[in-house]
């Protein structure tokens, strides 16, 4: 069996992938080099990140299957998802056969797949511009800690310089230990080491407690239903919900 | 009283109007200004009950002038009564904003002395909102019924989204359990928000940037159960508010015993009709059914038992099956288990591959229902021989279904965990 390795940012998995059909090869997976290598007989081949090829491959994306097929493989790199850098080489495997047709094939085996995962990342992603709770915090600035599935900090944050544009804000991952820094101007994404979170402002809790308060209030005793909360709001992301932690 | 308390007592008061929806408008933010609104709708949280929480639902006073037999703020109802200030409610808004607690705000109001000081105490409150705070976000403000049109003009210009409740569905109900509000009064209200919207609508398309007018339209609310109309009249009236009146929502809600009244019912009304009202509702806006159809000479009232597509697909028998690789899309609509989303996935696909049953699954349609209903490439599933008693045998007496994304909007009650109140909790997004 087959593996390659690569750095996991998406220029080494375009690099990776450009570098496969190169070699006229079919990989039973591309992972991340720090996932673990489970496969005691499977050969790995680390492939380094090249720029170049990358740009190369992404162009062929885009050239012979549209753009919404780069925008596919982009969501579906983002899932983090352990059979994605599989799932994304045999969609554009077909695609070299397909042309710009490639996205009507709904229900083909290499097309359902990537599909399946990037609605799931563009739901997740939706979701969050809803659940992320900013705390105003010491340093007069509003931190969110958030705790996705998929790797989506970088495609929400716009949203954010948008809607939140006079306030400096952070929205830190904690599972990937990365955040989004805002300070009015400019926005980038930056690795974060420690895993403290930074306290209230004095004023905080006045916000947060009139908010606890006011999600009571607003339900419906006489039409109580928790399961279908649960289906609308899964359990994982109530730790860091002001109202539900 | 502390704030507190009046948030307390103002959203609990508030909290028996169901709309929730916070999509329709785009409004950008502005230089130095905060928030902004997202056409497609964004939900904040979800409560206890299932339902989303979007926007910060409030009353401006609880201070109720009339005393509509329905409602908890009647004047006659024994409850806390509290006032907030413009300056109150602003700050408890773009605090809740900062913090992303909230898309916006739904100011609602009881009639506090008359219909025209409640406006003008609205209009100031989302005056200082947006002007002074420079705020983007959505705002949703009720109209209160009768109130000068310039007032309602007033405050649409600065609102996303207007509504006046009709709450009653007849002229009769509402005199009888109503008598302050008339018919009249709500509908030139009505009339006047969907002058102005027609007004802006023109005028959008003589200048750029024209003042924008409750750019995500108009909604109301109608009580069911509290009063004898049947389910025929309801969904005959929400079509013509659709149609004449360009709403953007009819919001139903099930009769809740919120105040003793002897004019009322004592028990609360069937989660399950609130329920298929709303799947009627969804088949006029998205499936291009006309209310007449919905409805048999003899039967009034939607089928408890079967959702309102399958129940009228079972009286169309002859209409059906429809060949899913080449029926024209209006027809695959009206197939019972296939939505919007699924019917668009059909006619996509099936541009480059022959549908089988197989495929159809993977699109998301569900079989249980759909089955009986269409051929794939000539090909039905089992028997062809189906009449209205053994689908509907068929379809009740079938094993529980996976719950997948389509059974959100039609589902039986075998799918879901409690299905009635699934689209009231939806509507955020919608």
Same mark, same amino acid.
């Given at each position: ?36 290598? &489970? ?7 680390? +492939? ?18 549209? &753009? ?29 056969? *397909? ?7 709904? *229900? ?37 800690? +958030? ?5 989506? *900090? ?12 006079? =306030? ?60 279908? =909360? ?16 | ?85 413009? %300056? ?31 406006? %003008? ?70 009339? #006047? ?35 004898? %109309? ?87 028998? #002859? ?112």
């Amino acid at each position: 069996m087959l593996y390659y390795l690569y750095d996991g940012s998406f220029n080494g998995l375009m690099s990776a992938i450009s570098e496969s059909l190169t070699r006229r090869t079919r990989p039973e997976n591309i992972i991340p080099e720090y996932y673990t290598r &489970d496969d005691l007989f499977g050969d790995y081949i680390s +492939i380094s990140s090249d720029e170049l090829k990358s740009a190369e491959m992404i162009n062929t994306v885009t050239a012979r299957m549209g &753009d919404e097929t780069l925008s596919n493989i982009f969501y579906c790199y983002l899932s983090d998802s352990p059979e994605a850098g599989k799932i994304i080489f045999e969609y554009i495997l077909l695609g070299m056969n *397909t042309g710009k047709k490639i996205n009507m094939h709904l *229900t083909n085996d290499s097309v359902k797949p990537v599909l399946d995962i990037v609605r799931k990342v563009k739901c997740e992603q939706h979701r969050m511009l809803g659940l992320v709770r900013f705390r105003h915090v010491e340093d007069g600035l509003y931190y969110a800690a +958030i705790d996705p599935d998929h790797n989506i *900090t970088g495609i929400i944050a716009p949203h954010f310089t948008r809607r939140m544009a006079d =306030q400096n804000w952070i929205i830190h991952d904690t599972r990937r230990n990365i955040a989004a820094l805002y300070d009015k101007k400019r926005w980038e994404i930056v690795d974060i080491e420690s895993s403290r979170e930074p306290s209230d402002s004095d004023r905080e809790m006045f916000y947060s407690d009139l908010w606890r308060n006011y999600f009571k209030t607003v339900s419906i005793s006489e039409r109580k239903n928790p399961k279908l =909360q649960r289906q609308f709001l899964p359990k994982r992301y109530w730790k860091n919900l002001t109202e539900l932690k | 009283m502390k704030t507190r308390e009046k948030l307390n007592i103002l959203a609990m008061s508030a909290k028996y109007d169901v709309s929730c929806s916070s999509s329709g408008s785009s409004r950008q933010n502005s230089a130095g200004g905060i928030g902004n609104a997202e056409n497609s709708g964004i939900c904040h949280s979800w409560s206890e009950d299932g339902r989303c929480i979007s926007l910060l639902k409030i009353l401006m006073t609880n201070n109720c002038v009339y005393d509509c037999a329905y409602c908890i703020n009647r004047s006659s109802n024994d409850i806390p009564r509290a006032i907030f200030t413009p %300056e109150e409610i602003a700050d408890i808004t773009i605090n809740f904003y900062r913090r992303n607690y909230i898309e916006g705000l739904f100011l609602s109001s009881a009639v506090f002395r008359n219909p025209d000081y409640t406006m %003008e105490l609205i209009i100031k409150t989302i005056e200082l909102i947006r002007i002074k705070y420079k705020f983007n976000g959505y705002i949703h403000v009720k109209a209160m019924p009768g109130a000068d049109p310039a007032l309602i003009r007033k405050a649409g210009l600065l609102a996303d989204r207007m509504s006046v409740n009709i709450e009653l569905p007849s002229r009769n109900s509402l005199e009888y359990l109503a008598p302050q509000k008339t018919k009249r009064n709500i509908l030139n209200s009505m009339n #006047d928000i969907s002058r102005n919207i027609e007004g802006f609508r023109i005028e959008s398309k003589k200048v750029k940037h024209p003042q924008k007018f409750v750019p995500a339209g108009q909604s109301t609310q109608l009580i069911v159960g509290a009063t004898p %109309e049947k389910d025929s009249k309801i969904i005959k009236l929400s079509e013509v508010l659709y149609d004449k009146f360009s709403l953007k929502r009819v919001y139903y809600s099930a009769f809740m015993p919120v105040s003793s009244d002897n004019r009322l019912p004592a028990v609360q009304a069937p989660l399950k009709r609130e329920h298929r009202l709303y799947q009627a509702d969804w088949l006029l806006r998205f499936y291009g059914f006309s209310a007449e159809e919905l409805f048999d000479a003899e039967e009034q009232n939607l089928d408890m038992d079967v959702d309102p597509k399958f129940a009228w697909a079972v009286r169309n028998l #002859d209409k059906f099956p429809i060949e899913i690789n080449n029926a024209d899309y209006e027809m695959i609509l009206r197939v019972p288990g296939i939505g919007v989303r699924s019917a668009k996935k059909i006619v996509f696909a099936r541009r480059v591959t022959t549908l089988r049953f197989d495929d159809l699954k993977k699109i998301g349609v569900v079989l249980k229902r759909a089955k009986y209903f269409l051929t794939c490439n000539g090909a039905g599933f089992g028997k062809n021989d189906y009449n209205e008693l053994s689908i509907k045998t068929g379809l009740l007496t079938d094993g529980k279904d996976k719950n997948t994304g389509q059974l959100l909007l039609f589902s039986d009650r075998a799918a879901l965990p409690d299905p009635e109140s699934v689209i009231t909790a939806a509507t955020g997004e919608l």
